[in-house]
């Protein structure tokens, strides 16, 4: 008998060493570091970072400056744009009032809001707007607003979110962040209040999240992160953003810590803010693999963790970018925030998950941006072409030669009007990737602007070739076609 106690307490004992995380050994905290640290030396990362494993919190820590020009470092107490990480916190407030009987999720759009176009806002559902199968323009397609007018919600929804369906409701995906607004403006019909208000009082208050919060830029607040840019010839303070009625609202204008997200995501396990029910909703995919607010993914055979459920969103915004990725069969949490936008964190989060399932994480690779940016300043696009040619021949695993690279330097020179250059590079990304349908999409963009119509038609059917999805080629195609 006490040999048969003794074998199961053994066996009890191994169980539990096996069951546990290899993330609850210090070794894990130290590679994460190491990682991160690799990141910030090679690739423009400067932010914070917080790794949850089985519910406990395994590391938190800063990178680089929160601010440049008085050296203040970057800590986990520092406060950052969520940029589309706030569309959680909308969807997870249409959901509490779902479960009151205020909204429904079939309901339609002009149900809501009177003033809306009934031609469109009578085809329009909730459930569409919060999974980005409305039709509704993006603010990408759509008018900008003149930032020198300071508009009411309601103003900036008849003005700027009011346009003409792209497709017919529910049968394509294309993120939408006219969508949100929008449920932000039906959110403060219904209840009487504001956004900002429901957000603290429903979510940030229970939850005790303290360092969240609705940024006002004109508020004097304390340990909010400045936002950097890289530009061609280097590191420059972020655009301002101009608070003319709150146009990031509900789709990107809360702020928040890493470790405020991390009572949201130990929360979301739970039934305190809405019925499981409606909750699992929110983490169910529709088209495209997106609920509503989240990105809900099965991880690839040769990733990491490979088969399990990843919960997951982006958020990007002057000067910032941020990534939040939760592993929910493990209760796994990473969350990355960057105040000088360069590094994939994408690919930071996927050596995270090597380490916290016990292989080597890739190691990182140099951003081509800032080396080839300064040779475009200096020398011009052939000089830069030149470059990347050499440096891929003779460093092949010191740089990042992927095609995000060349389509943010062809952005920029868009954006700088140097058209004939954007093309050059658009053209070397078409050669490095001839079946990518974005670097397609981008080079038609640059030809679109440069005024060669018969060019950015050909590009843009090339693009829709590789990628029938691409509701962008598809749209500014029918446009250029109709002219």
Same mark, same amino acid.
């Given at each position: 008998?006490?040999?048969?106690?003794?074998?199961?307490?053994?066996?009890?004992?191994?169980?539990?060493?096996?069951?546990?995380?290899?993330?609850?050994?210090?070794?894990?905290?130290?590679?994460?570091?190491?990682?991160?640290?690799?990141?910030? =030396?090679?690739?423009?990362?400067?932010?914070?970072?917080?790794?949850?494993?089985?519910?406990?919190?395994?590391?938190?820590?800063?990178?680089?400056?929160?601010?440049?020009?008085?050296?203040?470092?970057?800590?986990?107490?520092?406060?950052?744009?969520?940029?589309?990480?706030?569309?959680?916190?909308?969807?997870?407030?249409?959901?509490?009032?779902?479960?009151?009987?205020?909204?429904?999720?079939?309901?339609?759009?002009?149900?809501?809001?009177?003033?809306?176009?009934?031609?469109?806002?009578?085809?329009?559902?909730?459930?569409?707007?919060?999974?980005?199968?409305?039709?509704?323009?993006?603010?990408?397609?759509?008018?900008?607003? %003149?930032? #020198?007018?300071?508009?009411?919600?309601?103003?900036?929804?008849?003005?700027?979110?009011?346009? %003409?369906?792209?497709?017919?409701?529910?049968?394509?995906?294309?993120?939408?962040?006219?969508?949100?607004?929008?449920?932000?403006?039906?959110?403060?019909?219904?209840?009487?209040?504001?956004?900002?208000?429901?957000?603290?009082?429903?979510?940030?208050?229970?939850?005790?999240?303290?360092?969240?919060?609705?940024?006002?830029?004109?508020?004097?607040?304390?340990?909010?992160?400045?936002?950097?840019?890289?530009?061609?010839?280097?590191?420059?303070?972020?655009?301002?953003?101009?608070?003319?009625?709150? $146009?990031?609202?509900?789709?990107?204008?809360?702020?928040?810590?890493?470790?405020?997200?991390?009572?949201?995501?130990?929360?979301?396990?739970?039934?305190?803010?809405?019925?499981? =029910?409606?909750?699992?909703?929110?983490?169910?995919?529709?088209?495209?693999?997106?609920?509503?607010?989240?990105?809900?993914?099965?991880?690839?055979?040769?990733?990491?963790? *490979?088969?399990?459920?990843?919960? $997951?969103?982006?958020?990007?915004?002057?000067?910032?970018? *941020?990534?939040?990725?939760?592993?929910?069969?493990?209760?796994?949490?990473?969350?990355?925030?960057?105040?000088?936008?360069?590094? =994939?964190?994408?690919?930071?989060?996927?050596?995270?998950?090597?380490?916290?399932?016990?292989?080597?994480?890739?190691?990182?690779?140099?951003?081509?941006?800032?080396?080839?940016?300064?040779?475009?300043?200096?020398?011009? &696009?052939?000089?830069?072409? &030149?470059?990347?040619?050499?440096?891929?021949?003779?460093?092949?695993?010191?740089?990042?030669?992927?095609?995000? *690279?060349?389509?943010?330097?062809?952005?920029?020179?868009?954006?700088?009007?140097?058209? *004939?250059?954007?093309?050059?590079?658009?053209?070397?990304?078409?050669?490095?990737?001839?079946?990518?349908?974005?670097?397609?999409? #981008?080079?038609?963009?640059?030809? &679109?602007?440069?005024?060669?119509?018969?060019?950015?038609?050909?590009?843009?059917?090339?693009?829709?070739?590789?990628?029938?999805?691409?509701?962008?080629?598809?749209?500014?195609?029918?446009?250029?076609?109709?002219?």
């Amino acid at each position: 008998m006490k040999k048969l106690v003794f074998c199961v307490l053994l066996i009890t004992l191994l169980w539990q060493m096996s069951s546990a995380s290899a993330a609850d050994t210090p070794d894990n905290a130290v590679k994460i570091d190491k990682l991160m640290s690799q990141y910030a =030396d090679c690739c423009s990362f400067t932010g914070t970072v917080l790794v949850s494993d089985h519910d406990k919190v395994i590391f938190k820590k800063g990178y680089g400056l929160a601010n440049r020009e008085w050296n203040i470092p970057n800590t986990p107490e520092v406060k950052f744009r969520l940029a589309s990480l706030t569309k959680q916190f909308t969807s997870m407030l249409i959901m509490q009032q779902v479960a009151k009987g205020t909204i429904k999720l079939d309901g339609h759009l002009s149900d809501y809001l009177s003033y809306y176009r009934q031609d469109t806002g009578s085809k329009v559902t909730i459930s569409q707007l919060l999974s980005h199968t409305s039709g509704i323009p993006d603010y990408t397609d759509a008018p900008k607003p %003149d930032l #020198r007018i300071h508009y009411s919600v309601d103003d900036l929804v008849k003005k700027f979110c009011s346009g %003409d369906l792209q497709f017919e409701p529910g049968t394509k995906y294309r993120y939408d962040n006219n969508g949100y607004f929008l449920l932000g403006a039906i959110l403060e019909h219904v209840t009487g209040k504001t956004y900002e208000v429901l957000v603290k009082e429903n979510i940030f208050v229970p939850l005790g999240m303290t360092d969240s919060g609705y940024e006002h830029l004109a508020d004097i607040l304390a340990k909010r992160a400045s936002g950097y840019e890289q530009d061609l010839a280097g590191v420059v303070n972020a655009t301002p953003l101009l608070d003319t009625g709150g $146009q990031r609202y509900a789709a990107g204008a809360l702020y928040s810590t890493v470790e405020d997200l991390y009572k949201w995501d130990q929360a979301l396990y739970t039934d305190k803010l809405v019925p499981n =029910d409606l909750k699992q909703k929110l983490f169910t995919p529709n088209l495209q693999y997106y609920g509503y607010g989240w990105a809900i993914r099965s991880i690839p055979a040769d990733e990491p963790g *490979a088969g399990r459920t990843i919960i $997951q969103h982006l958020g990007g915004i002057n000067g910032f970018n *941020a990534f939040e990725q939760r592993l929910v069969e493990d209760h796994d949490l990473i969350v990355i925030f960057n105040n000088t936008p360069g590094a =994939d964190l994408r690919e930071m989060a996927k050596g995270i998950r090597a380490i916290l399932y016990g292989s080597e994480p890739a190691v990182p690779k140099h951003w081509l941006v800032p080396v080839l940016g300064e040779t475009l300043v200096n020398r011009g &696009a052939d000089a830069a072409v &030149a470059q990347y040619r050499e440096l891929k021949r003779t460093k092949p695993q010191g740089f990042s030669f992927d095609e995000r *690279a060349l389509n943010q330097l062809g952005n920029m020179l868009l954006e700088k009007s140097r058209n *004939a250059d954007a093309i050059a590079i658009f053209k070397l990304n078409v050669e490095e990737y001839p079946k990518s349908g974005n670097v397609y999409d #981008r080079l038609a963009e640059a030809y &679109a602007k440069d005024g060669q119509k018969q060019q950015a038609i050909t590009n843009y059917r090339k693009s829709l070739e590789f990628d029938p999805k691409n509701l962008n080629a598809e749209i500014k195609l029918k446009e250029l076609e109709q002219k």
